[in-house]
């Protein structure tokens, strides 16, 4: 059973990877706590060898319909690994809670920056130096290390909002810099003890077909809606998460 419910959650957080470009974890890790009762380090480390295959999955759809920059996943993704494994090993150093809030809050502050405004005018798309690229990939990949959500989080606005690359492009760079740096975080995690490989496999089930739906459906959608939902599912899913693990967490 706890099989089965695993996969149900791993292929909702397929779809999402695929159509929001941010890995799952945002939605496996609260699930898993949720409806599988894990410990929240359990929660956190779980979710990150799992992103691999989900992230896999979707960036091919992207990659086919030409919206990955390669250049730029290639530099973030080997800077980002790196700062994966430092960020696996400081969740040795802070309450399990306090990450999963801290992912709430981050999400819901980056959703709300992702939100279109009026008379907003299309940004031209700039080449990103290699300076910058190095930067975002680190901060991405210490933040998939240290809370198990893949940096997809941390990529999609920053890559939207200061690279001004279109959504599509975002997400599909943004998966395809994932589907890297969790490899080595899911090591880290895998040799603290931080993973219950039980219902990992459960959620991969699930994952793979839910990362194909969700990619195609991404690619198919028109940019200014998909932005707007992508925002709004981030920041809904935020609040909701994070509501209940402070309550949880405080009481």
Known sequence: MRTLVAALIGFASGVASGAFGIGGALLSTPGIRWA????????????????????ITGVVAYIKAG?????????????????????????ELVAGEALLVATAVLLFVLSVRMLPRKGEQKPQAIEPTVVAVVLIGSVSGFVAGLLGVGGGVILVPVIT???????KTALGTSLAIVAAQAIPGSVTHALIGNIDWTIAGGLVLGVIPGARIGSRLAVATEDARLRLTVALAMMILALIFGGTELRGWLS
């Open 36 to 55: 599988l009762d894990a410990p929240p380090l359990i929660a956190v480390g779980t979710t990150l060898p799992v992103i691999i295959p989900t992230a």
């Open 67 to 91: 919206f990955v920059e390669m250049r730029v996943a290639a530099i973030a993704a080997t800077a980002g690994g790196c700062f994966a494994i430092l960020g696996a090993l400081t969740t």
């Open 161 to 167: 909002g200061l690279l001004r690359f279109p959504i």
